[in-house]
């Protein structure tokens, strides 16, 4: 099993730079890939970014192609999301997610999902 807090939210100015940290427990880290999702107020949760167990292939939505970055550290258990050029339409909880199989950007095949850190740019 695994356990994930997301951090490293906060406000920032459009244009500006984040980057989230997702701590993971659990000596099955580095066995399951590994997804960002977001999920603004009145929106459904949406697919960000997801990242292979070793690292290698990764996957982004189209929206955030090019500015976010997805990697993660197997040794620390730790993925993070660094999120540059950020957009006002960028805000939202952010949140990572342990990838149980199937289709990588549905919500539905993740499962240990964290609490979510608040991400908030401003025009």
């Known amino acids: 099993q695994v356990q994930v807090v997301e951090s490293g939210g906060g406000l920032v100015q459009a244009g500006g730079s984040l980057r989230l940290s997702c701590a993971a427990s659990?000596?099955?880290?580095?066995?399951?890939?590994m997804g960002w999702f977001r999920q603004a107020p009145g929106k459904e949760r949406e697919f960000v970014a997801h990242i292979g167990v070793i690292g290698i292939s990764t996957y982004y939505a189209d929206s955030v192609k090019g500015r976010f970055t997805i990697s993660r550290d197997n040794a620390k258990n730790t993925v993070y999301l660094q999120m540059n050029s950020l957009k006002p339409e960028d805000t939202a909880a952010y949140y990572c997610?342990?990838?149980?199989?199937?289709?990588?950007?549905?919500?539905?095949?993740?499962?240990?999902w964290g609490q979510g850190t608040q991400v908030t740019v401003s025009s």
């Open positions: 659990g000596r099955t880290f580095s066995r399951y890939a």
């Open positions: 997610a342990a990838h149980l199989g199937g289709t990588y950007y549905a919500p539905s095949t993740y499962g240990y």
